[in-house]
């Protein structure tokens, strides 16, 4: 019923910058709250930002002051715009939605994930 697919992932060395979108599509009525999570190779996925449907964010401490997320209500598409990478940061990046449906059910989607890898 509803889909979320991310973008915008890459290679990209220490202090660079990078773009990822989340686009979501199908049978949706509104979007509540969008997520970005990320998970590095044997970690456990994290939380990095989240913004309400108001644009309202909220940051983890690790990535305050580089990352920005926005949104685009009108399209259903979440922006993480990520300066200042460190290789800290090398991790698949996942996206998440609070959907509700032209149903007026509501879910929770996830896209597939996106990989950003910062290294020189």
């Known amino acids: 019923q509803v889909q979320l697919v991310e973008s915008g992932g890459g290679l990209v060395q220490p202090g660079g910058s990078l773009r990822l979108s989340c686009a979501a599509s199908?049978?949706?009525?509104?979007?509540?709250?969008m997520g970005w999570y990320r998970q590095a190779l044997g970690k456990e996925r994290e939380l990095v930002a989240v913004?309400?449907?108001?644009?309202?964010?909220e940051y983890a401490d690790s990535v305050k002051g580089r990352f920005t997320f926005s949104r685009d209500n009108a399209k259903n598409t979440g922006y993480l715009l990520m300066n200042s990478l460190k290789p800290e940061d090398t991790a698949v990046y996942y996206c998440?939605?609070?959907?509700?449906?032209?149903?007026?059910?509501?879910?929770?989607?996830w896209g597939q994930g996106t990989q950003v890898t910062v290294s020189s």
């Open positions: 913004i309400t449907s108001g644009g309202v964010t």
């Open positions: 199908g049978s949706i009525f509104s979007i509540n709250a």
């Open positions: 998440n939605a609070q959907v509700v449906l032209t149903s007026r059910a509501t879910l929770i989607g």
